[in-house]
């Protein structure tokens, strides 16, 4: 498997030599005490990895009964308050269980520190800890479901939330709030570490940019998580105790909450995707043998994403009777947040511009993550045009677009990065062509998913209904249809990922030949991750150091 | 694995020998030098007081919000608050965090007696802020101020009939002095939370401080709970005027 083109010499390693190293994190300690008390960053992702996976099942089955019910026009497989209590639960569990903690705390736990060269993330205890708070909150979200469910919708709508409803809506509120500590406490120790950990010679402008799009992303967490935290503490006193703070009749003001609400949740879209960008960057590099293009822009658009991310939220109310002077402003501020999400795409474009590409399944799953997600920015912004979004908002075109960026995007760049670094996390191999098979289902079944939403929203089709007149039964069909495809596509890798576990092949500390420093060191990495701390004395993505170093190796070694 | 990667920093076997503190029982394993330890310490302390003024942030929003709209609402009921319990109650915070500071210098100057001296007066100023905040909270209660089903407006609708120098609101108007008191009662209630958990954190800082754990040069616990003990002074210090000041100097 070599390729040469121009002066780039693509060879990637001889597998069958390799071999498992005898002591790592996964086998230096045995029992279940020890992965429920440990405080390595390594262990902490797996565990994430179980709970994430678990809860994203969970969301799916209910996205799964979602698109059941919606094959027929009438409400006929459920009733219409069960189906508002499957699409509630569906949102819950994929933005705050698996969405936000997915890539954070899988893949940004596992592989901050290596990136960095330290030994572990700043504060291990609080790792730790976040985990923890993430099943409390996760467990209280299944305690809501099972006691009876919740059909406020995953935005806790007041007055809906507040007066109107008789199902669990404090529970599930409380549930989201324990979540949310969870993301501050990733959230701080991500920083601490990114500036206080950093091997020597690993300036800011070495850094990985999976790491500059954590650092945004931590950064959206630490500041956007409290107000939301406030937000539902003040929803569920309203609901207890009536003290009127967003009810009318008392002197209160529902558009407070919407404004409480999306000062957090708007951001919250860029906690999911920022962590995805930056796993795009490290597999679009990999496989195209180059350095990054614009590596500055890239970096520094994540951080401009982050900024302009918060003050774009009003978006989500500009049929809610907020004056059409802020609309505009909060409208011209949506457009300037596509631009850096722009650069990115553009930025990794040129990146495969004459690049040694190889199709490897992560990279499959980065061109899916492209075109979903500039499909699913670009109708963002005709959502941010305030003529267009009063036809559009609240319809399935508005379901559709988020699904684009925030599954086509996100969910396709954890995917991308679970493929990317299992040779790193299990040091086996997944197996390679049932998995480009997947990468492939998924993107088909996705689009036939949501590419009927985008027709239908526009044909006026409100979202958050069980019923639909007889004539959209068609797109609803192949929509449902895309759905079954879709599940297929995320089947197959839990299966074949568990099987890999044990029969997969052995990948050798470097199978990809990436230039990151977690790929310098064993896989799967010991305990301490380096015996002794390394020194950055190269450029990041710096292929040819690389290559120097690969063919020392060999004469040292041979 | 690499050599170029596998090489020790000198800086940091220096930084190591200077201090001397390399085998100290609080230094983690995973920190390369005591010194990243207390500035990893420090910086994750600043991390989370930022999250605690945007937690606050939120009410102090909506408290700019229905001040504008209520403003005669707020003044009336802003004017039932005791401004001379307040000021004592602002006297004594600031004093216990005078006296925090004084216990961080304690621990940097190895001074154990006076450090624990310290952190004993901190803890009982801040139970002293707490009981007067009881005091005040207790009358609302008589009075029907407590936002809810129970709330009683007919002090601001009619206060000669309480003996108040006050002009009547008109009963849509009282009615919002709820807002006023609910805004109160969260922006206030949960500072006195944060004051609680404060005191254990106190607690348990005074055990391990008569101990002698902070007098030896590792006062990164001391250090770090000062600055949170601060921040809650300086929500105090917003939430004083913007609740017990603002009719001092009347527009009319």
Sequence with gaps: MSTAIGNTIVSLPDQSTARLPKRHYINNEYGLLSWLLTEDHKRIALLYLFSVTFFFFIGGAFAGLIRLELLTPQPDLVAADTYNKFFTMHGLIMIFLFLVPSIPGVLGNFLIPLMIGAKDLAFPKLNLLSWYVYMAGGTLTLAALVLGGVDTGWTFTTPLSTHYLNTHVITAAMAIF?????????????????????????????????????????????????????????????????????????????????????????????????????????????????????????????????????????????????????????????????????????????????????????????????????????????????????????????????????????????????????????????????????????????????????????????????????????????????????????????????????????????????????????????TENFTEIPIMDHEVYDYEWLANKTKKEVTTVG | MDSALATTDPADLHAGQEHGHVSLPQHRHHFETVEQQREAGSFGMWLFLLTEIMFFGGMFLAYLLYRNWYYPAFVVASNQLSVRIGTINTMVLITSGFCMAVGVWAAEMRRRSLLVAMLVTTTLLGVLFLSLKYGEYHEKYELHHIPGNNFNISMFTNPAGYGIKEAPLPPDMAQKTQVFFFLYFAMTGMHALHMIIGLGILCWLISRARRGDFSAGYVAPVENFALYWHFIDVVWLFLYPLLYLINRHPMH
Aim: hydrophobic share 50%; proline share 6%.
């Design chain 1, 178 to 526: 324990i979540t949310g500590f969870s993301s501050i406490l990733t959230g701080i120790n991500f920083i601490v570490t990114i500036h206080r950990m950093r091997c020597p010679g690993m300036t800011w402008f070495r850094m990985p940019l999976f790491l500059w799009s954590h650092y945004a992303a931590s950064l959206l967490m630490v500041l956007g998580t409290p107000v939301l935290a406030t937000t539902l503490v003040l929803v569920a006193l309203e609901r207890l105790f009536g003290i009127g703070i967003f009810d009318p009749a008392k002197g209160g003001d529902p558009l407070l909450f919407q404004h409480l609400f999306w000062f957090y949740s708007h951001p919250a879209v860029y906690i999911m995707i920022l962590p995805g960008m930056g796993v795009v960057s490290e597999v679009i590099s990999t496989f195209s043998r180059k350095r990054i293009f614009g590596y500055t822009a890239v970096a520094f658009s994540s951080v401009a994403i982050a900024l302009f991310g918060f003050f774009v939220w009003e978006h989500h109310m500009f049929i809610m009777g907020v004056s059409s002077y802020s609309a505009l402003v909060f409208s011209l501020l949506t457009m300037l947040v596509a631009v850096p999400s722009a650069i990115k795409i553009f930025n990794w474009a040129f990146t495969l511009q004459k690049g040694s590409i190889t199709f490897e399944t992560p990279m499959l799953y980065c061109f899916g993550f492209m075109g979903l997600f500039t499909i699913g920015g670009l109708t963002g912004v005709f959502l941010g045009s305030l003529g267009m979004d009063i036809h559009l908002t609240e319809t399935y075109f508005v379901v559709a677009h988020f699904h684009f960026v925030m599954v086509g995007g996100g969910l396709m760049a954890f995917l991308a990065g679970i493929h990317f670094w299992w040779p790193k996390m299990t040091g086996r191999m997944y197996p390679e062509t049932i998995s480009k098979l997947a990468a492939v289902t998924t993107f088909i079944g996705f689009n036939l998913t949501f590419l009927p939403q985008f027709v239908l929203g526009y044909l006026g089709l409100p979202r958050r209904y069980a019923a639909y007149p007889p004539e959209f039964q068609v797109l609803n069909v192949l929509s449902t249809a895309g759905a079954t495809v879709l599940g297929f596509g995320y089947m197959l890798p839990l299966l074949y990922l568990a099987w890999s576990l044990k029969y997969g092949a052995i990948a050798g500390s470097n199978p990809w030949q990436a230039t990151g420093l977690e790929w310098q060191i064993a896989s799967p990495p010991p």
